[in-house]
């Protein structure tokens, strides 16, 4: 086992702050060695002042890449914090039936991770509008700065466990047997996500378009103050006027310093 310094750590954990707004307290070192370490071993480095060189110096961003996938933590599961979702169903869509314009309904799913909160949001859409789905625009944005989660969550195929906890009638419409152990979304679901590579850090979203629902769950528990601030900021920034955004039930929003209206636990609407 490759041990680190203090030194070393302080390096690597404010290099992964700085770039993805991650925030690793001392007591993570030894989480962080062991997911690093087969990737030290690997490269043939002798301690984390090699590797944290090799990842600074590297201009194709492959190191990075690596080392992100690593060290975020991409647990999630189909109708996790399930509150949400009925509010989304229940309140948010009707109200946004009423106010969207030309029928192009825009949802970001920012920090998605293995692809069950798109999907689930998708299921919800297809079974609210029905047959009127056609004639909506209802595509849902899905990111994340994982290119590893994001590539698992494209496939859409989950182990039959994993979905236990969905409604029995989703598993007969939305979903097909793969093998004894899995199943695969159907296509007219899995095609209404578009998957993403995006790091909530960047300065200024590209985004051209503003949203009308952003989910951001249990993404800023591990951003400290100042950094979920600003993000809050962004969100606030592209959203619609009476679009509405999702924290994380542990997670929460300074009413002071934001301009979201507060509408209940973790939900909050520009306004």
Known sequence: ?????????????????????????????????????????????????EYYNYVISDKTGEAAITLINKITTNHTFFMREVEHFHYFRDKVLPYLVKIVKNKDLRIWSAGCSSGEEPYTLSMIIDEFFGKEKMLWDTKILATDISSKVLEEASKGIYNNQNIENIPSYWKLNYFKKLDNENSILLDNIR????YRKFNLMEKAFPFKRKFHVIFCRNVMIYFDSNTKNELINKFYNSLEYGGYLFIGHSESINREETKLKYIMPSVYRKE
């Open 191 to 194: 095609n209404e996500v578009i």
């Open 1 to 49: 086992m490759i041990p680190i310094t203090n030194k070393e750590y302080s390096l690597l954990t404010k290099y992964i702050h700085n770039h993805y707004g991650i925030r690793l307290k001392a007591e993570k070192q030894t989480l962080v060695i062991g997911r690093l370490q087969n990737v030290l071993v690997q490269k043939g480095f002798q301690d984390f002042s």
